[in-house]
């Protein structure tokens, strides 16, 4: 059976696909998880392993190129190195990828390279242990460093470090970061706040990629990097002419990347979600579970969805944005 490659109506191609497989979180990031209690999903709403191999498999003959596990925190799903094999077995796609927290990687790190993970993004938003503690509302510094040893010593292809921007929080060490990615060897990507349900997002609080520039550039010379492809969301800089040495920015509220967006994200609970930042999703759990419904079906089902996909999201720093936003919380869409 053949597939026709996605492709959205401005023309834009589909390659990268974000899979969450939880809900579920080690950590309540007050930028993530909205301050009041959370009931998670139940076991029978989430994609089962067999599944999301199954989506991988009919998304890869779509012409997914790209997949990357998201949560919640997907490290917190039991048996997730075997899920990651499984659809590794299943797409024979060589482009798999992680984004985490960090807390299990002390464990899970060759688990999860030996199952087929390339590329792993770790957050981490402060150096400081009181303010980690604060932010995440959990004392696991010291298990996160350790997980990015632990990452750093399983030699995956790609260690990035993803660091939310919060004026009133981190912008005071913004040196500091990019120092640490420097002694680590891993590129440090600061990535500007946006606006999820109840995720107490002020426009005061965000710190525009050419405010951190400025002050790195107090310290270090800084000369743009080429993209590696066309779609590529992060804007990366070389420092002190050294090409092992970056800092990376994703400035999707200042420097919007939709116009060459090339993702789409599957909900835990199976909704495939074209846009982020919009609330259109079509759900593919129900279709999953027909057993009436071919992978044509389903992947007729994805097409249509991705033929929807926005042209863009609002300008949050405009005066006509306005909140409360009426969505899923960030850590029920995916990271």
Not at 11 to 32: E, G, H, M, Q, V
Not at 88 to 104: H, M, P, Q, S
Request: some cysteine.
């Amino acid at each position: 059976m053949k597939f026709t490659n996605l492709v959205d109506r401005f023309d834009r191609p589909i390659r990268s696909l974000r899979i969450s497989i939880t809900d579920r979180c080690n950590f309540r990031c007050k930028y993530c998880m909205p301050e009041e209690i959370m009931n998670f999903m139940a076991k029978d709403r989430l994609l089962t392993f067999e599944e999301i191999t199954r989506l991988a498999t009919i998304f890869a003959k779509m012409g997914v190129e790209k997949i990357r596990f998201t949560g919640g925190e997907p490290t917190v799903r039991a048996d997730f190195p075997r899920l990651v094999q499984m659809v590794r077995d299943a797409t024979k796609l060589k482009n798999l990828a992680i984004t985490t927290n960090g807390a299990r990687l002390e464990e899970l790190a060759i688990p999860l390279k030996e199952s087929g993970i390339r590329k792993i993004n770790i957050s981490l938003d402060t150096l400081k242990e009181e303010k980690f503690n604060a932010i995440t509302q959990r004392t696991a510094f010291r298990k996160v460093m350790a997980g990015i040893d632990a990452a750093l010593s399983a030699e995956f292809d790609e260690v990035k470090i993803n660091t939310v921007a919060i004026r009133s929080f981190n912008l005071d060490e913004v040196i500091d970061l990019v120092e640490f990615g420097i002694k680590k060897g891993v590129t440090v990507r600061f990535i500007e706040l946006m606006p999820f349900y109840n995720n107490q997002w002020e426009r005061e609080n965000v710190v525009p990629m050419d405010e951190i520039l400025s002050i790195l550039e107090t310290k270090y010379d800084l000369a743009p990097q080429q993209r590696d492809s066309a779609s590529q969301t992060s804007l990366e800089f070389i420092i002190d002419g050294d090409p092992q040495k970056k800092v990376g920015f994703i400035a999707s509220v200042t420097r919007s990347f939709c116009q060459w967006c090339d993702r789409v994200r599957i909900t835990a609970d199976g909704k495939i979600r074209p846009c982020l930042h919009s609330s259109y999703e079509v759900d593919l759990l129900g279709l999953l579970r027909d057993e009436h419904k071919t992978d044509a079906d389903i992947a007729g089902a994805i097409q249509n969805a991705v033929w929807n996909k926005s042209e863009g999201h609002e300008d949050f720093l405009s005066e006509d944005f306005a909140l409360p936003i009426k969505d899923r919380p960030m850590m029920r869409i995916g990271g």
